[in-house]
């Protein structure tokens, strides 16, 4: 059998942030956090950063932090759709949320909707200008970053097909093989 270089990431949220559930979580391989910050309120993921710190220390492993932020998103009652007449994927409120990631050294800065390169190097200078040096991951969501997505790849550290979202914008039976 060979070494998979799958990892696993794992979103925190209300049943998996009490340290004791985090630490199960960590000796039973989790390799990378997740955080949701359309559900953000900064005092409490700080509080979370600690206590993933701290476990670091105890594990002696270090555990990779995503800051998903949420973009143009619109939120209905049971889900979510994104604002199309959104200029960028970089809302004002992104803007806070990749300050506080550089401020936490938080390791990566999802973008959600993203529609194209210029969403990667607006990213990129929000996050320089507050000397940060986080990598960044853009979340495919949306038909027209299928459409840039070889320029999307080049300038961004890596990317995240978001099949929910792509749903909406491709048939499902479409998404195996983007």
Not at 11 to 16: A, E, L, N, Q, R
Not at 69 to 95: C, F
Not at 116 to 145: N, Y
Request: charged residues 30%.
């Amino acid at each position: 059998m060979k070494n998979s270089k799958a990892q696993i990431i794992a979103t925190i949220g209300p049943s998996s942030e009490k340290p004791d559930v985090l630490r199960e979580m960590v000796k039973n391989q989790l390799d990378i956090i997740r955080f949701n910050f359309s559900w953000a309120d900064l005092e409490i993921r700080r509080q979370q950063i600690e206590i993933i710190r701290q476990i670091e220390k105890e594990f002696n492993k270090k555990i990779p932090i995503i800051i998903d932020l949420p973009g143009p998103r619109i939120q209905k009652k049971e889900n979510h759709i994104y604002d199309h007449n959104a200029v960028s994927s970089i809302t004002d409120q992104d803007k806070e949320f990749i300050q506080f990631a550089t401020e936490q050294n938080i390791d990566y800065v999802a973008i959600s909707f993203v529609g194209g390169p210029q969403d990667i190097d607006k990213c990129r200078k929000i996050i320089t200008g507050f000397s940060g040096k986080q990598k960044i991951i853009a979340k495919i969501e949306r038909l027209v970053a299928l459409e840039s997505i070889d320029q999307i790849i080049a300038v961004a550290d890596a990317i995240m097909i978001a099949r929910g979202d792509l749903g909406n914008e491709v048939p499902l039976e479409q998404i195996p093989f983007i």
